[in-house]
Structure formats: structure tokens, C-alpha cells
């Protein structure tokens, strides 16, 4: 009994830190360049292609925005996507079990969600190259 408990006591510093390791800084990614000759119907359209194509659901859709919601076990992120004439700006608005907090003026996050923000980042670029050319 003594020593399970102390065995308990050495892992527990080493399962805190293992959880630490999965939690990164919440980066809202920069914003996205639009080629000039991008109208907004088809910025809209790589948009809506781009979070389909990764498995998140449209939640709201409105001219210039789009809100987004991803449900991956049980966990959920919500994002809103806005742009203008310029350029496309992701933004994180909330999430659950995702280990959302903010430490020392600092948001943290799971790490998997700025992987899935890149993700959507690499997939809107890259259709938005190819209308540039």
C-alpha cells in the first residue's frame, strides 16, 4: 500500500508535465493575401471548400463571414472567418475540451488546434493561388 502510493506521488509530476506538453500558445494565424481579381462569391466558395474539405460544418454564413464549428470526438472548436476586398482573417472564438485557457496574459489551447487552423490556412492559400494565375 506505501509503496503504490509512493509510486503514485513519483508519476504525478510526470503525468502533469505530459499534459503540459499538449497545450500550445492559441496563434490566430496572420491574415490571407486575395488575388485582386477575387470577387467575394468565390472567396466564399474556396472558404465553405476549405472547411468541408476538413470536416467542419458551416454554422453561420453571411456576406464577408462565415462562422465554423469542428467536432472531432469529444472535442469542439468554433471559429469565425471574416474578409474584405484584401485579404482573410481566422479567428478563434471558443472551444470545448480543448484545454482553452489563459495563463499569465497568454491563451493556450490543445495543440491539434492549431494544426487544423494551419490546415484550413494551407487549403484557402492554395486555392486562392490558383486564381491568381
Do not use: C
Not at 463571414?65 to 472564438?93: F, N
Not at 496574459?105 to 492549431?114: D, E, P, R, T, V
Amino acid at each position: 500500500m506505501l509503496r503504490s502510493r509512493f509510486v503514485l506521488i513519483l508519476l504525478l509530476p510526470i503525468l502533469l508535465l505530459l499534459t503540459g506538453w499538449r497545450e500550445a500558445p492559441l496563434v490566430n494565424p496572420d491574415p490571407i493575401a486575395i488575388p485582386a481579381k477575387a470577387s467575394s462569391a468565390e472567396v466564399a466558395r474556396i472558404i465553405k471548400k476549405a472547411l468541408v474539405g476538413r470536416k467542419w460544418i458551416v454554422a453561420e454564413d453571411n456576406p464577408g463571414a462565415i462562422k465554423a464549428t469542428l467536432l472531432i470526438r469529444e472535442h469542439k472548436a468554433k471559429i469565425a472567418i471574416d474578409w474584405d476586398a484584401k485579404s482573410i482573417r481566422i479567428s478563434y472564438v471558443s472551444s470545448e475540451n480543448l484545454n482553452f485557457s489563459e495563463k499569465k496574459g497568454q491563451k493556450l489551447i490543445h495543440q491539434n488546434y492549431n494544426s487544423w487552423i494551419n490546415n484550413l490556412v494551407v487549403d484557402i492559400s492554395g486555392e486562392l493561388t490558383l486564381l491568381g494565375t
